[in-house]
Every structure is written in C-alpha cells, then in structure tokens.
C-alpha cells in the first residue's frame, strides 16, 4: 500500500500552539509520527543570564502561560534554596493554593480544548465559563487574569484577605456543582465516551519505560505525583495520588476531573489551617550555588536546573518541563490510531509547545 | 442588494489565529474572546481554521527565524482586503523576550501591521477593541479596493 505524507501543523484549527507532526498514512491510519519543533523556541533560558536573579522571577513566569505561576514557584524556590532562605509559613501557603488554582485552570482549559477537538462547541464553551470563574479569582487577588506575577524571591507579593478567602470558598463551592454537569458529559456521554475509550492506547509497561509524567501516567495506572513529596505546604495537607486503570485518552480525561475536585479539597484544606504573619522577608546577599529545584505542574513534573555565581546574574538555567518528556509517549500512541482520532490523542498529553521549546 | 452587501463584510469579520513565538498567555486570552462572558461572535467575529477564508489575521507573539516563513505563508494565502492585529506585547515589539537571540523582534518587521494591542497579556476587553478596529480598516481597505480612484483617507 501506498504511503502518504500528511503535515499536521504547524498552524492547525485544532492546537493553538504550533507543534509540527509529519503524519506518515497508509490509507488512514497512521504508521508513523515525525515532530518538528523549534517553532516557538525563543531562547528564554540565555536571556536569564543577562538579567538579574530577581527580574528572572518574571522571565520565567513566561515559559507558559498557562502554568506560568507555577514556574516562578518552582525558580524562586530554587534561588530561596540557594540563599538558604526560610519563607514565612503563609507565604508556603498562599503559594500552594495560588497553585492548585492554577492547576484547575489548567484542566478547565484543557477539558474545553479537548471537547473542541471532536467538534463538541457547547461543551467547550461552558467548560470555558466556568474557567472565568476561576480567572475572576486570580484577578481578584492579584490584578491579572492570566500571569500573574504572586511570586518573588523570600515569598509572595500579594496577601489573602478575609474577603480574598470568603470569594475563594464561595467560588469553588458553586464551581464544584456546576463541573458535576460537565463531568457526567465527558464520562458518560455516548458520543464522546466512542471517541475517548479505547483511543491512544498507552500500557503502563510502556508508560514506564517512555518516562509518562502527571496525569498521563496517572492515566495509565502509575501513581505518580511529585505533591506526595511535600514540596511547599503540602506536606502539611492530605492527599492521595488520583490514577485510573483505563489507559486510554478516556483514562487521562477521569484523572483530570477528579484532579479538579481534588484541588478544590487542597484549597479548602489550605484555606483552613493558614497561619497568619509576614508574606514575605527581606533578601540580602547574592545567590551562589546550584540547585534542581522540582516540583508538580498540571502537565507532570517540571525540572528546574539552577547554577548562579555569586553575581547579579544566573550563570545557568535549564528547565526540563513535563511536556518534553511526553512527547515520546504520544509518539508511542499515534502509530495504528485513525486519522481522526490524531487531534484527540495529541490533545490528551495536553502539550504545551511553548514550555517545550521555552 | 448593494445596500446589503455594503456593510457585510466590517459586520462579520472572519479571524485567522496564528500563534508566532508566544508564550501561551495571548492565546488563551484570544480563546477567552470567543467564549461566553466576552463572547466576540455576538459582533459578528468568527475563528477559522483556515487563511483562506479569512479577513483579519490575529498574530500573538513575535517573530523568529522559523516562524517567518510560516507567517508569511499565511498571510498570503488570505484574500485581500486583509487586515493584521498584533495582540500582545510580543507581537507588538518583542516583548519581554526582545534580547533573546531567537527573535526578530515585532510582527512589523515582517507584515504591515495595522492594529496593535498591547499588554502583557491584554485582557480580553483590550483584544475585542482591537478587533473592532481592525473591522473599521478593513471596511476602509475594502472601499479603496472597489474605487481605487477615489481615495479614502484611512
Ligand atoms: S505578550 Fe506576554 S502574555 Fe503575550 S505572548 Fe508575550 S509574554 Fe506571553
């Protein structure tokens, strides 16, 4: 049979970001995946070294979008390690639920990603409402929607008042009735349960031995989550890694919406035992020294790689983020799926093209 | 019928979205344009998958040196009257990420660019005026098109 050569991207309907797959078809079924990427590559990590370590805190923040607060927490934890630096409790803490707002965010927008990649409009449009709900949170406490700029090196930069947590508790509350409805049409709906149950396949042998992070790994039965190491506060909060046998993109769905509700028991949680006092102290000195700082962003794990000099400036960054390190997996996935199905498949490792190539 | 067909196209702007070298922030806030709360089709703007349906093209993030030709490409496969919004600080000038090596620097250094909305990341409020600029050009451009004696000061 004769092969055919078909360019998914780099501009496609589907992805908002430009990953490039050269599909190699054989009727329609694919055979083989090439990427290429390089599309985005901006060269963020040099230009830390021509900036200060504390104006770095906002280069990051840019790696993505999407989890960009999570990025200035895993870089400012590294530089607080080197300083040895001991940030006040309730900044730990304001951190961790900054954090795991962002994480449902995350998942909200990818759930609504994920219904517009098998043509669901009106299920993408209401996932995407109640993401508002959760911007208005981030825009209520820090002035922006989407980077927003909490971090900095000895703590954070905006503080919870009481009305900041009674608007926090009160969203969550009515977010959580109002995501039982979408839930029930990703998980049981017939229509989209044909396109999710039994699609990119990823078994949890090869899970393993791809190097599978967060909720794909989770997806495939591999209870795997950086939190239990209790970065943070998390070591003051309980938890218990979500994972589900399914190991198909239906799988990676259940572990996301389970993932949301999960965040929202973390934010009450946090909500529930933050201390009061300072948010943040005073730094001196320059950092020297090198550190990995890790820690576990909606997409799995990120790596963050830290070496400083002594001076002003970091003499080394290197991140290592989740998405990189799924690509193999969705290279692993796509060969025998049908044409159709590749947005779906691609869409379950929710890549983020931009971390990828920073 | 010309009655009609007067004001279609400033009414109903079709978008390309083309995602240059951004960092994700742009997009998702162009996205949030589209859906309930801000709701851009209520005006008449539709996203398309496709350049060749398209009168304004969206482009969020700055230029590289692989993206160029991909961004080229697009916005010549765009009919003509065809309008270019820069959304973002990127777009506009390169943004935070204006020294790094990789990046050229704004969209205008490879497109004419006629609308430019900045911010890092603009809200959507900010995205859907630039929008509705970009209409009132493209309706200018359109008119100089059909009459091209005539002139229109734009
Ligand atoms: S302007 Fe800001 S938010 Fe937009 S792509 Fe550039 S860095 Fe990201």
Same mark, same amino acid.
């Given at each position: 049979?004769?092969?055919?050569?078909?360019?998914?991207?780099?501009?496609?309907?589907?992805?908002?970001?430009?990953?490039?797959?050269? +599909?190699?078809?054989?009727?329609?079924?694919?055979?083989?995946?090439?990427?290429?990427?390089?599309?985005?590559?901006?060269? %963020?990590?040099?230009?830390?070294?021509?900036?200060?370590?504390?104006?770095?805190?906002?280069?990051?923040?840019?790696?993505?979008? =999407?989890?960009?607060?999570?990025?200035?927490?895993?870089?400012?934890?590294?530089?607080?390690?080197?300083?040895?630096?001991?940030?006040?409790?309730?900044?730990?803490?304001?951190?961790?639920? !900054?954090?795991?707002?962002?994480?449902?965010?995350?998942?909200?927008?990818?759930?609504? !990603?994920?219904?517009?990649?098998?043509?669901?409009?009106?299920?993408?449009?209401?996932?995407?409402?109640?993401?508002?709900? =959760? +911007?208005?949170?981030?825009?209520?406490?820090?002035?922006?929607?989407?980077?927003?700029?909490?971090?900095?090196?000895?703590?954070?930069?905006?503080?919870?008042?009481? $009305?900041?947590?009674? *608007?926090?508790?009160?969203?969550?509350?009515?977010?959580?009735?109002?995501?039982?409805?979408?839930?029930?049409?990703? %998980?049981?709906?017939?229509?989209?349960?044909?396109?999710?149950?039994?699609?990119?396949?990823?078994?949890?042998?090869?899970?393993?031995?791809?190097?599978? !992070?967060?909720?794909?790994?989770?997806?495939?039965?591999?209870?795997?989550? +950086?939190?239990?190491?209790?970065?943070?506060?998390?070591?003051?909060?309980?938890? $218990?890694?979500? @994972?589900?046998?399914?190991?198909?993109?239906?799988?990676?769905?259940?572990?996301?919406?389970?993932?949301?509700?999960?965040?929202?028991?973390?934010?009450?949680?946090?909500?529930?035992?933050?201390?009061?006092?300072?948010? *943040?102290?005073? @730094?001196?000195?320059?950092?020297?020294?090198?550190?990995?700082?890790? %820690?576990?962003?909606?997409?799995?794990?990120?790596?963050?790689?830290?070496?400083?000099?002594?001076?002003?400036?970091?003499?080394?960054?290197?991140?290592?983020?989740?998405? *990189?390190?799924?690509?193999?997996?969705? +290279?692993?996935?796509?060969?025998?799926?049908?044409?159709?199905?590749?947005?779906?498949?691609? !869409?379950?490792?929710?890549?983020?093209?931009?971390?990828?190539?920073? | 019928?010309?009655?009609?067909?007067?004001?279609?196209?400033?009414?109903?702007?079709?978008?390309?979205?083309?995602?240059?070298?951004?960092?994700?922030?742009?997009?998702?806030?162009?996205?949030?344009?589209?859906?309930?709360?801000?709701?851009?089709?209520?005006?008449?703007?539709?996203?398309?998958?496709?350049?060749?349906?398209?009168?304004?093209?969206?482009?969020?993030?700055?230029?590289?040196?692989?993206?160029?030709?991909?961004?080229?490409?697009?916005?010549?496969?765009?009919?003509?009257?065809?309008?270019?919004?820069?959304?973002?600080?990127?777009?506009?000038?390169?943004?935070?990420?204006?020294?790094?090596?990789?990046?050229?620097?704004?969209?205008?250094?490879?497109?004419?660019?006629?609308?430019?909305?900045?911010?890092?990341?603009?809200?959507?409020? /900010?995205?859907?005026?630039?929008?509705?600029?970009? /209409?009132?050009?493209?309706?200018?451009?359109?008119?100089?098109?059909?009459?091209?004696?005539?002139?229109?000061?734009?």
């Amino acid at each position: 049979m004769a092969k055919t050569v078909i360019p998914f991207g780099p501009q496609h309907p589907v992805l908002p970001e430009p990953l490039q797959l050269k +599909l190699v078809l054989e009727d329609d079924v694919v055979v083989e995946a090439i990427p290429a990427i390089g599309y985005v590559h901006r060269g %963020l990590e040099k230009l830390t070294e021509l900036k200060d370590y504390e104006q770095s805190v906002y280069i990051v923040e840019r790696v993505c979008g =999407i989890c960009s607060f999570m990025h200035s927490m895993a870089y400012t934890r590294g530089i607080e390690s080197i300083m040895n630096i001991q940030i006040p409790q309730r900044a730990e803490y304001i951190r961790t639920i !900054l954090a795991e707002i962002a994480r449902v965010q995350s998942h909200l927008l990818w759930l609504g !990603l994920l219904a517009d990649s098998f043509g669901f409009e009106s299920l993408f449009m209401e996932t995407w409402r109640y993401r508002e709900d =959760i +911007l208005d949170i981030m825009e209520m406490i820090t002035g922006n929607r989407v980077i927003i700029s909490a971090n900095k090196v000895g703590g954070v930069t905006k503080d919870f008042t009481d $009305e900041h947590i009674k *608007f926090i508790l009160d969203t969550i509350n009515r977010l959580e009735e109002k995501i039982k409805d979408v839930e029930n049409v990703f %998980l049981n709906n017939y229509t989209v349960k044909q396109r999710l149950a039994g699609i990119g396949i990823l078994t949890p042998e090869d899970a393993r031995e791809l190097g599978a !992070l967060g909720p794909i790994a989770k997806g495939s039965g591999i209870p795997l989550d +950086l939190r239990t190491t209790g970065y943070s506060a998390y070591k003051y909060l309980d938890f $218990e890694p979500i @994972v589900d046998n399914h190991c198909d993109s239906y799988g990676r769905t259940v572990v996301r919406i389970k993932e949301i509700y999960q965040s929202f028991q973390l934010i009450r949680q946090a909500i529930s035992k933050l201390p009061s006092g300072e948010i *943040f102290i005073p @730094v001196k000195g320059l950092p020297n020294g090198e550190v990995i700082s890790r %820690l576990e962003q909606p997409r799995g794990e990120a790596i963050y790689y830290i070496k400083t000099n002594g001076t002003k400036t970091l003499s080394r960054l290197k991140i290592r983020t989740p998405t *990189f390190a799924n690509i193999p997996t969705l +290279l692993k996935m796509l060969p025998g799926s049908r044409l159709q199905d590749v947005p779906v498949i691609v !869409l379950t490792i929710d890549p983020c093209i931009s971390c990828t190539e920073r | 019928m010309a009655g009609i067909s007067k004001n279609i196209m400033s009414k109903s702007p079709w978008v390309v979205h083309v995602n240059c070298n951004s960092c994700n922030g742009c997009d998702i806030e162009f996205l949030a344009c589209l859906t309930p709360i801000y709701d851009a089709e209520r005006l008449g703007i539709i996203n398309v998958g496709t350049p060749k349906q398209a009168d304004i093209l969206v482009v969020t993030g700055s230029a590289n040196y692989k993206n160029i030709d991909v961004l080229k490409n697009i916005y010549n496969q765009m009919p003509e009257p065809k309008v270019v919004v820069a959304v973002g600080a990127c777009a506009c000038t390169g943004g935070v990420f204006h020294s790094c090596y990789n990046v050229i620097g704004g969209i205008d250094e490879i497109l004419p660019v006629d609308v430019y909305v900045p911010g890092c990341c603009p809200k959507p409020e /900010s995205i859907i005026d630039g929008l509705i600029e970009a /209409s009132r050009i493209l309706e200018e451009k359109r008119i100089k098109i059909k009459n091209p004696d005539k002139g229109v000061a734009i």
